[in-house]
């Protein structure tokens, strides 16, 4: 089901977007970790450090990290990260590995372990949820369990698809997998209606690919059909483990890669889903059958209970034109269509098979990431648990991490940014009169949440089998499920989070026009209350500016101060913030990464203007804190010098070739060293700071800006 959160047709705009392997179960790597508690705040414990840590000191920037031998002006990435990459090789068990992300997330787990543990062996009795926490890890962690459990865990499931004997039968079928947490052909759910941002409507949108984007079924090149060929392998062991003979698997796979083709064939692109007005189509419910009669809505959304919705979002209506086109019992014929199906039942439940299962899995996460070994059980279930009750868990989390008054400094800094963003919008001599007007408004009304929730979800009659990994995972998606399903045709919820507190990133959403910065991302090497202003501002500064960028970046423009989709801008204006933009787009085209993997500069867009606007607002808010032409600081840099280390070291890190493949093919971010290279190189004021010259490599001929 989709997510509560705009994040599912690439509308939010976050810091950071992780790797995800849905191959390795239904939530194998999540970005870090979930939400946190309410009023009282004690003062925090550490987590162990993770292994390789480095503690900045006093000026914030980490003087190990930096590669002396490279110059600042030619590759400041180089420069500023270069030593702490030499230091930090990846993991065995990861795909990639950053000196923020990585090692705050994995000292995020390791006290979630800490916890999860303690509440397994019955601690923590008078804390809220703390056996409804201990019993879903504990199943989780019971191996023994999950073994002898076999693919009982399958059975209903598996039953179900076996009705799919007709079009007719074949609608129902689809309800009920959709309603048991199984995404095939599409996925639904609440979603904030775009022209009216105050309600909640249905929302249908394209989904049910087993690899990470269309193009991998469709291109032609030698990594495609390596690639494919391994997915291939992948399918054909999965049948194999349900007891299908070699003949028959290979068959079975041949039959869901020919569906999953042809629904990649119909399917929007990555830059098109980034487009909010081409993802907008307002349906009534008696027009759905105009749609996609083939689908058979009426039996559909009588399985979810969702027969008296009114009005739906079909986002990508030619998506669900073609499907309802191949679901007509001939196009795609109803053998291959029920293999799809069982593969897809499977295939969501991995984690919580066998381990014969899990290794399946994996192997194709390799293939697509090179990881070279699977995360310990722990950490596993550690993410799992986090991703099913992620406010349960996120009380005891914040409860032992942040300090009092954390909030107050952090809301501190975000009126500084916001308050030099208004001065810039005042100052922009492209933008006329009437458009600066209504973007100020936009800015005064933006929302800011910090750290935690002030009221906490409630999973209330909610409970776990602490002998059954499976039944606690399927109740508490289908705990979930009713959740969101409840908010159709009901008011926005205002107070709501989409992510966690402890979560290591931020975002933007532009139709509720809030920024949000978890608990998870307001530590070092982001944020410290122990080191100079300058790193901070680098560091989580930045993050700030980078967010609010987001609110009028080439999506967030669209939305109003109310969060409604509306063209507010001047047709004058509009063409001139295209033009900049397009400057942008042009510029990140042109890197390439592993030699011949270009970076997708129209897909990237919304967040390199982002980073280009994240840095230098929170410069400009640093130098009036401190002054413009300060010069002191402690140390060999200066305050500008410690400005731009901070904010680069905080993107310190590699990733495995495949990886960096997939990040460059699917990711609306830029590879970590073009977020600092790129924007730095279009900042005067780091040419300025670096003493950089005309024809050094990160001083640019022709510099975009947009903000």
């Not at 690899?211 to 060929?229: F, G, I, N, Q």
């Amino acid at each position: 089901m989709l997510p509560w959160s705009t994040r599912a047709r690439g509308l939010s705009a976050g810091l950071f977007l992780p790797l995800l392997f849905a191959a390795c179960g239904p939530a194998p790597e999540p970005p870090a970790v979930p939400p946190a508690l309410g009023s009282a705040q004690p003062a925090p414990s550490v987590a162990t450090p993770a292994p390789g840590k480095v503690v900045p000191g006093p000026s914030g920037v980490d003087l190990a990290a930096l590669d002396r031998s490279v110059a600042p002006c030619d590759d400041f990435f180089s420069f500023a990260c270069g030593g702490w990459v030499k230091a930090h090789p990846i993991p065995d068990e990861e795909a990639s590995w950053m000196r923020s992300f990585s090692v705050m997330r994995e000292e995020n787990e390791k006290l979630l372990k800490e916890i999860l543990e303690g509440y397994a062996s019955g601690a923590g009795k008078d804390e809220p949820y703390a056996k409804l926490l201990g019993d879903f890890y504990g199943s989780c962690m019971d191996e023994a369990a999950i073994e002898a459990a076999g693919t009982k865990p399958l059975d209903a499931d598996l039953k179900l698809v076996e009705q799919a004997k007709d079009v007719r039968s074949l609608s129902t079928v689809i309800g009920k997998l959709h309603k048991s947490g199984t995404t095939v052909f599409f996925d639904y759910g609440p979603e904030q209606d775009f022209k009216e941002a105050s309600r909640v409507i249905f929302a249908l949108h394209q989904a049910g690919l087993g690899m990470p984007d269309r193009e991998y079924y469709l291109k032609t090149d030698a990594k495609a059909l390596e690639l494919r060929a391994k997915y291939t392998k992948f399918v054909t062991n999965v049948f194999g483990l349900l007891g299908e003979n070699k003949g028959k698997a290979k068959q079975s796979a041949d039959d869901v890669l020919a569906v999953e083709r042809a629904l990649a064939e119909i399917s929007f692109t990555k830059t098109d889903l980034r487009e909010p007005q081409k993802n907008y189509h307002l349906v009534k419910r008696a027009d759905l059958p105009t749609v996609a009669p083939n689908l058979g809505w009426d039996r559909y959304l009588a399985e979810l209970g969702m027969e008296k919705t009114a009005d739906f979002n079909v986002a990508q209506d030619t998506y669900f034109k073609g499907l309802s086109a191949l679901l007509d019992g001939k196009k795609l014929p109803l053998a291959k269509v029920r293999a799809y199906l069982r593969f897809h039942v499977t295939r969501d439940a991995l984690s919580r098979l066998p381990k014969r299962f899990v290794d399946e899995g994996f192997a194709w996460r390799q293939a697509i990431s090179g990881a070279k070994n699977l995360p310990p059980r722990w950490k596993r279930c550690v993410r799992a648990t986090d991703a099913a009750l992620p406010e349960a868990l996120g009380q005891p989390f914040v409860k032992r991490t942040l300090g009092a008054g954390g909030k107050e400094a952090v809301q501190k800094l975000i009126l500084a940014i916001e308050g030099v963003m208004k001065g810039n919008l005042d100052g922009l001599a492209w933008m006329d009169e009437p458009t600066r007007k209504l973007a100020q408004a936009k800015l005064a009304k933006i929302a800011n949440k910090i750290a935690y929730p002030d009221t906490f979800r409630s999973y209330e009659g909610l409970t776990a089998d602490r002998q059954s990994y499976n039944r606690s995972a399927k109740a508490a998606e289908a705990f979930e499920i009713q959740r969101q399903l409840r908010k159709v045709g009901q008011p926005v919820d205002r107070a709501e989070w989409q992510m966690s507190p402890p979560t290591i990133n931020a975002y933007y959403d532009p139709l509720l026009n809030e920024m949000v910065f978890p608990a998870g991302i307001l530590r070092s090497p982001f944020y410290s209350t122990t080191v100079a202003s300058p790193a901070n501002f680098g560091g989580i500064g930045m993050v700030m500016g980078h967010e609010l960028t987001h609110g009028f970046d080439d999506e967030g423009r669209q939305f109003d101060a109310d969060g409604n989709m509306k063209s507010w801008w001047t047709p004058a204006v509009d063409a001139e913030f295209v033009k900049r933009a397009s400057c942008v787009e042009k510029q990140f085209s042109a890197y390439t990464v592993l030699g011949d993997a270009h970076v997708d500069g129209k897909l990237t867009l919304g967040e390199n203007l982002a980073d280009l606007g994240g840095v230098k607002l929170a410069l400009m808010a640093l130098e009036k804190e401190i002054g413009k032409d300060a010069k002191q600081a402690e140390g060999e840099f200066s305050p500008r010098q410690q400005f731009f280390l901070g904010f680069a070291q905080a993107w310190c890190g590699s990733y495995r070739d495949e990886a960096m493949r997939l990040l460059v093919a699917t990711n609306p971010h830029s590879p970590p060293q073009l977020r600092v290279n790129g924007p730095l190189s279009n900042t005067a004021a780091f040419a300025d700071a670096f003493h950089c010259s005309t024809g050094q490599k990160m001083v640019r001929s022709e510099r975009c800006e947009v903000w």
